[in-house]
């Protein structure tokens, strides 16, 4: 197989290298119609200096090589690629089913609503909770004049801040809280849910859980689902 093919195999036809080559034997077919030209115009008196011509040509031959190995290294590099994708995808293949934790500040909307899991380091006189959309366009926000320390649930129902209803899908919340002396308190989020499927999405494998993409790096624990049907 050639290189040529396997680049069209890898989706790099239009890769830099490949442009760099097209765009090289087109300047190739120009230098050699006019080195035709100028032989064949050439002062018989005054004869064209062949060693240029051999040192441009020598150049053209040295910039081809570099772009026949550059385009062996866009393969191999496309290929790595896939078989760390495909590592990451059997990996993924064995949360199917099983409870996946993230450290994430995500949370899925549908017809119910959304929640996030937070937990305050300490006691927090003042909290304002902002919800992002997946583009990062802040949706709603909402104060609250304090809040007690450790885990607690933080519910949007989905209204906006504008009053309009926001669609289903995946949204990020960013609480921000400060102490009464005006020192911001910590703040922690916990993701849990049922890893349901995996898929791809911009090109990378992804696990779609409870309604929320995560990427294998993102996981921080994995648990066997409690089967409610299992025998007593």
Same mark, same amino acid.
């Given at each position: 197989?050639t290189?040529?093919?396997?680049?069209?195999g890898l989706?790099?036809?239009?890769?830099?290298?490949n442009?760099?080559?097209?765009?090289?034997?087109?300047?190739?077919?120009?230098?050699?119609?006019?080195?035709?030209?100028?032989?064949?115009?050439?002062?018989?008196?005054?004869?064209?200096?062949?060693?240029?011509?051999t040192?441009?040509?020598?150049?053209?031959?040295?910039?081809?090589?570099?772009?026949?190995?550059?385009?062996?290294l866009e393969?191999?590099?496309?290929?790595?690629?896939?078989?760390?994708?495909? +590592?990451? @995808?059997?990996? #993924?293949?064995?949360y199917? =089913? !099983?409870? $996946?934790?993230?450290?994430?500040? %995500?949370?899925?909307?549908?017809?119910?609503?959304?929640?996030?899991?937070?937990?305050?380091?300490?006691?927090?006189?003042?909290?304002?909770?902002?919800?992002?959309?997946?583009?990062?366009?802040?949706?709603?926000?909402?104060?609250?004049?304090?809040?007690?320390a450790?885990?607690?649930?933080?519910?949007?129902?989905?209204?906006?801040?504008?009053?309009?209803?926001a669609?289903?899908g995946?949204?990020?919340?960013?609480?921000?809280?400060?102490?009464?002396?005006g020192?911001?308190?910590?703040?922690?989020y916990?993701?849990? +849910?049922? @890893?349901?499927? #995996?898929e791809?999405?911009? =090109? !990378?494998? $992804?696990?779609?859980?409870?309604? %929320?993409y995560?990427t294998l790096?993102?996981?921080?624990?994995?648990?066997?689902?409690?089967?409610?049907?299992?025998?007593?």
């Amino acid at each position: 197989m050639t290189i040529a093919e396997i680049n069209a195999g890898l989706g790099l036809v239009n890769s830099a290298a490949n442009t760099a080559s097209t765009n090289l034997a087109s300047n190739f077919d120009d230098f050699l119609t006019l080195l035709t030209t100028q032989l064949t115009n050439q002062d018989p008196l005054n004869p064209t200096d062949s060693n240029e011509f051999t040192n441009q040509l020598v150049n053209f031959t040295n910039v081809e090589q570099n772009i026949a190995t550059n385009q062996n290294l866009e393969a191999l590099l496309q290929l790595q690629q896939l078989n760390q994708q495909n +590592g990451t @995808a059997s990996a #993924m293949i064995n949360y199917l =089913g !099983k409870t $996946v934790g993230s450290y994430l500040n %995500v949370a899925a909307l549908d017809e119910t609503g959304a929640s996030w899991n937070i937990d305050l380091g300490s006691g927090a006189a003042s909290v304002e909770y902002e919800v992002y959309d997946v583009n990062g366009t802040k949706v709603y926000s909402e104060e609250a004049s304090g809040a007690s320390a450790g885990a607690q649930v933080f519910s949007w129902d989905g209204e906006q801040t504008s009053g309009a209803t926001a669609g289903n899908g995946q949204y990020y919340l960013v609480v921000k809280a400060e102490s009464a002396g005006g020192n911001t308190v910590d703040v922690s989020y916990n993701f849990e +849910g049922e @890893a349901e499927s #995996m898929e791809t999405v911009n =090109g !990378k494998p $992804v696990l779609k859980v409870g309604g %929320v993409y995560l990427t294998l790096e993102q996981i921080t624990t994995v648990s066997v689902t409690n089967n409610n049907n299992s025998p007593a």
